[in-house]
């Protein structure tokens, strides 16, 4: 009898610890317009391979890729890497205004700036993220994507982890601004949110005045800027333009990658085209960084806390707005990353990828 109840005991004890530390993991939901590896997909990898994450769910957005690609990319990555217990979730395929996403190609075409990068105008839009999987991979997926829209399946997340979940958007933010619209409930419900966007003291890539994934939908931008999150944190171009690799660093990454299919997913990816014309090339490692932020505030090494307003019509659709004082009512301040450690950064992601 004794040794039977210190057993139960024991077990008790157990399961109690176990618990404790399942309740100590971040919270987190991934909101992306996912492609292979770099970078959404490195995110995807350090996410949900880190014992410190609980990774809700990855919802995917048309921004970089199409929703339906980005789907299919998800899927494949966490197959690679033994994680099809994590939610896949497709959502909004245009903005929320879908003439906004066509007026890229107008934009560009007025203002001769950057190296007009339309994102996923550039590709073939599948019909369903299966006809994409089949496209890219020539084979058969091992999971498939719940049957629920993005919006939705945040909302229903948040409201069942109140005061826990920690949104990372870093695609545009459409399936954000749905789930506020249809929920304005769930706003002080989260955690924080943590967003890859904007440009404040520094000229955008896309158009001297935006970054790409504010400017594919400024007007969901502009509603997630003006939700009264608890805390929200935005890495923008500022430090992405500080933040950089080189084809060394790149070639680094692909022999410390122990999984074959990531490894190959590296092999394949655009860049590494452009480092073998260029290995001084520069690039940046824009979602990475606020992925990282999002964990370890430790990152940033220089913010500011400001308020912010995205315009939304006119020529300057997706330029962000700073003041010192609310010109508004429901205008929230917002923590701005300018500036983080670029040498444990990339150190960070060679030790994901070093562990796979």
């Given at each position: 009898m004794r040794k039977t109840f210190i057993l139960l005991l024991s077990l008790l004890v157990f399961a109690s610890c176990s618990k404790n530390k399942e309740?100590?993991?971040?919270?987190v939901l991934l909101d992306t317009d996912m492609v292979e590896v770099f970078d959404d997909g490195v995110v995807l990898l350090m996410l949900a391979?880190?014992?410190?994450?609980?990774l809700l769910g990855i919802t995917t957005v048309t921004g970089n890729t199409w929703n339906t690609s980005g789907t299919a990319y998800a899927i494949r990555q966490l197959e690679a890497i033994g994680r099809t217990d994590i939610?896949?979730?497709?959502?909004?395929?245009?903005p929320l205004l879908a003439e906004q996403f066509n007026n890229l190609r107008a934009?560009?075409?007025?203002?001769?700036?950057?190296d007009q990068y339309l994102g996923a105008l550039e590709t073939k839009e599948y019909d369903t993220w299966l006809d994409a999987y089949h496209a890219y991979y020539n084979s058969e997926p091992t999971m498939k994507p719940q049957e629920i829209d993005a919006a939705d399946f945040i909302i229903k997340q948040v409201r069942a982890n109140p005061g826990k979940v920690c949104l990372l958007a870093i695609g545009p933010c459409t399936n954000i601004a749905n789930a506020v619209q249809r929920d304005p409930g769930i706003v002080p419900l989260v955690k924080k949110i943590v967003y890859m966007g904007g440009n404040f003291h520094c000229e955008g890539h896309e158009l001297p005045w935006a970054e790409f994934n504010w400017l594919a939908d400024p007007d969901a931008a502009n509603i997630a800027v003006h939700a009264p999150f608890a805390e929200q944190l935005v890495v923008g171009q500022d430090v992405s333009d500080r933040v950089r690799m080189t084809g060394k660093y790149y070639h680094e990454l692909i022999d410390?990658?122990?999984?074959?299919?990531?490894?190959?997913?590296f092999k394949k990816n655009y860049l590494n085209g452009y480092f073998e014309k260029d290995p001084d090339l520069q690039w940046y490692m824009w979602d990475i960084i606020s992925a990282?932020?999002?964990?370890?505030?430790?990152?940033?090494t220089n913010e500011e806390n400001t308020y912010v307003t995205v315009t939304t019509e006119g020529k300057f659709r997706g330029q962000c707005n700073?003041?010192?004082e609310s010109?508004?009512?429901?205008t929230q301040k917002i923590r701005i990353i300018l500036d983080a450690d670029d040498y444990r950064i990339r150190d960070a992601v060679l030790e994901t990828v070093s562990k796979l």
């Open positions: 309740d100590d993991r971040v919270m391979s880190n014992p410190d994450v609980n939610p896949v979730v497709e959502g909004a395929n245009r934009d560009w075409t007025e203002w001769g700036y950057g410390a990658t122990t999984n074959d299919t990531i490894k190959e997913m990282l932020a999002l964990l370890d505030e430790s990152y940033i700073l003041y010192d010109p508004e009512e429901g």
